[in-house]
């Protein structure tokens, strides 16, 4: 019955007695809050000059966080309530501008009003939007993931971007989940931007490590394409936390092959990728006199324009090469010898039945496993070694189907190879005697063409290599000792054998060991080696004397000449080291590396650049130094192959660009599970505005 009474009052005109509209008795109140549980937690609003009831109590308007729970789309803001449905849907009511009845009936007037109802399913709807664009977002990220796998799986392998939408086909037809037709790309030019952005992937993670690597080397190298453009591959030797590295940075074409031009070029390709002058430590190249002329060479210029510290670097296997082929020059009947491998392999590779014939007599003397003729190259640094393996291998079975060739047709040429040549004493003697030989020499070029070869491998390789040609000279090599055995009365596996003369071999013999140790020794003269060898004596801890006394006297000649290239100023440039703290820190730091175990260069670079950097950090710049000048200039050769390999005859008409970023990426040899993709198609969809993306 009050609450009825309370409720009519609440209509009655304030001359009356009663209360204004959207106040409540102090009955109502309390009932409300014996209905809402707790009392109120919060109170939005106190009517200024609130009028007292009849019972003599004040009328507040509260806010009930409770009602919250029930109306979950209501906020409370300013003294005002809101609808979130409907400012979403940007309704036009109460609660969109505020409401400041706070009263619950006044929720469910809301609740239950059309405006709200409408807000509600626009919102729903709106909802189920989102839901199915963030879905399809999903599954178009993921479908371009999957074709950007593809483009970097064709990229490693060299496959041709119009075989892109058939690997398509075929994986749909596999039924790879992430490829339908409304996300896939199909376009050539859709398969250029994606290399693009593949490649831009790698080239920005790859200038990350260049500049945090505080110096760094270049290595170059000039060739021709196969459209006879003229190409500067160039490449950077750097290092991370003390472990080297070498990174593509691009193949460009360039109008001449002149100094100069080379010169500019990679002061535009270095400045282009922000490398500071100051940083350039190495040069590594073929040893070309238009990379290392001591007057007008690319590295010349370089130094004295712009790179004070530079240091030129002859590949040492190119220096290897080239100390073998002076060797061959030399001695007459070795440059002979090289041109009836290759008359030899000329005969039998213009005629498939001459090589059938030779096949079937090698099956009929059960010799499986020999290998196949191989023509000498002056390009290629190991293919002679590989000829003389073959010739060996085959010397008995060619000499017999010569002699066949010889009896069934006249063949003069058979004839001439036969008599004249192979079957004289002295060929297969010098065949036993190369193998030796160039197994020693092709040994120390193998060295050099590894990755990790740094330079303190050079003296040491070089070292081993004379050792072995002296221990040649003082008694035959394994290969020559098992022909001498077999070798019986003028008679070699039962081949009778044309103007025997053991002495004048012997003669030959020792002139051309003779010729390629002067060749070795000419191409790596140790005064030559300067500036590397004495960073090795200072910072290799392997090299250091056990005795401390020894140990206090040890490298300061080298250290002196270190000093002077690195300390003093060159130019604008400021040194690189502080030569009266490295002179005074020399013996600490030796003594630190000497406790440490003795640990090779390498390793005693890792150590002076991780953990010792800041006790010496003269010799930490060294390390540093030391690490990224290149020794040889192998990565660029394997660069050319790679562009062989992509620029073929048959894809001739590929761009520069094109090319340039099908390089990066094979040489980067980034697996497919690994790749940052997430960056690669952020930069795809950024090219271009694109329908399915």
Not at 136 to 143: D, F
Not at 551 to 559: C, N, S, V, W
Request: proline share 4%; hydrophobic share 35%; net charge positive.
């Amino acid at each position: 019955m009050s609450r009825q009474l309370s409720v009519t009052g609440f209509f009655k005109k304030p001359s009356s007695g009663g209360l204004e509209r959207g106040e409540k008795r102090g009955s109502d109140v309390l009932e409300d809050n014996e209905e809402g549980g707790p009392a109120v937690t919060a109170v939005l609003s106190a009517a200024p000059g609130a009028k007292a009831t009849s019972s003599g109590k004040e009328v507040r308007r509260e806010y009930r966080v409770q009602w919250e729970r029930e109306f979950t789309w209501l906020r409370a803001e300013g003294g005002k309530m809101f609808c979130d449905i409907c400012r979403r849907a940007k309704a036009n009511n109460g609660f969109v501008k505020g409401c400041t009845t706070i009263q619950k009936s006044a929720l469910n007037d809301h609740k239950s009003s059309h405006s709200h109802i409408e807000s509600c399913a626009v919102v729903n709807q709106s909802v189920q939007m989102e839901k199915h664009v963030e879905k399809s977002q999903v599954a178009c990220n993921e479908a371009l993931k999957t074709q950007l796998k593809v483009v970097l799986h064709m990229a490693n392998t060299s496959t041709p971007s119009h075989q892109y939408p058939k690997l398509i086909q075929l994986l749909q037809s596999a039924g790879c989940p992430n490829l339908n037709t409304a996300h896939t790309y199909t376009h050539h030019d859709t398969v250029y931007q994606m290399e693009e952005a593949i490649a831009a992937t790698i080239t920005s993670a790859i200038d990350d490590r260049i500049a945090s690597s505080r110096y760094v080397g270049v290595i170059v190298d000039e060739t021709t394409n196969i459209t006879v453009e003229k190409m500067l591959i160039t490449y950077l030797s750097l290092q991370q936390n003390g472990e080297p590295e070498t990174v593509f940075m691009g193949n460009y074409a360039i109008p001449s092959g002149t100094a100069e031009c080379i010169a500019a070029k990679i002061k535009d390709v270095l400045s282009g990728r922000g490398v500071a002058m100051s940083r350039v430590v190495g040069l590594g190249s073929d040893g070309a006199n238009v990379m290392v002329g001591r007057k007008n060479g690319v590295a010349q210029q370089l130094r004295q324009n712009d790179y004070p510290y530079l240091v030129n670097i002859h590949c040492g296997a190119h220096r290897t090469a080239l100390a073998a082929r002076d060797a061959s020059k030399a001695v007459r009947e070795i440059d002979a010898y090289v041109t009836t491998v290759n008359n030899t392999y000329t005969y039998y590779k213009n005629s498939p039945i001459r090589t059938h014939r030779l096949k079937e007599l090698q099956k009929e003397m059960d010799e499986h496993d020999l290998l196949s003729l191989k023509q000498p190259s002056a390009t290629r640094w190991l293919s002679l070694e590989r000829a003389v393996k073959g010739m060996r291998a085959n010397w008995v079975a060619l000499v017999l189907e010569l002699e066949e060739e010889e009896a069934a047709r006249d063949c003069p040429v058979a004839k001439g190879l036969r008599r004249q040549q192979l079957q004289k004493s002295t060929f297969p003697a010098l065949t036993h005697l190369l193998t030796d030989v160039l197994s020693v020499v092709n040994r120390m070029n193998l060295t050099f063409q590894k990755e990790d070869v740094n330079i303190s491998s050079i003296q040491p390789v070089v070292n081993m290599t004379l050792a072995s040609l002296d221990d040649l000279i003082s008694e035959p090599g394994v290969a020559e000792r098992k022909f001498n055995e077999a070798s019986q009365d003028g008679r070699f596996c039962g081949i009778t054998l044309t103007q025997p003369d053991a002495q004048a071999f012997s003669k030959l013999r020792s002139q051309y060991l003779a010729e390629i140790t002067k060749s070795v020794k000419k191409r790596f003269p140790e005064e030559h080696l300067g500036i590397i060898a004495d960073l090795d004596t200072v910072l290799n801890a392997s090299r250091y004397p056990t005795a401390d006394s020894a140990l206090k006297t040890h490298g300061l000649e080298a250290l002196e000449r270190v000093c002077d290239q690195y300390g003093s100023p060159r130019g604008a440039a400021a040194p690189l080291v502080e030569n009266d703290r490295m002179q005074r820190d020399f013996l600490p730091m030796k003594r630190v590396l000497a406790g440490s175990g003795n640990p090779s260069f390498r390793g005693s670079c890792r150590l002076l650049i991780t953990s010792l950097g800041e006790m010496f950090p003269d010799f930490r710049a060294l390390a540093e130094v030391a690490l990224v000048i290149p020794v040889s200039s192998v990565a660029a050769e394997r660069g050319f192959s790679l562009q062989n390999k992509i620029k073929t005859a048959t894809r001739s008409r590929l761009s520069e660009a094109k090319a340039q970023h099908l390089m990066s990426i094979a040489s980067a040899a980034e697996s497919i599970d690994t790749f940052d993709y997430t960056q690669a198609s952020a930069l795809f969809k950024s090219m271009r505005p694109r329908r399915k993306v």
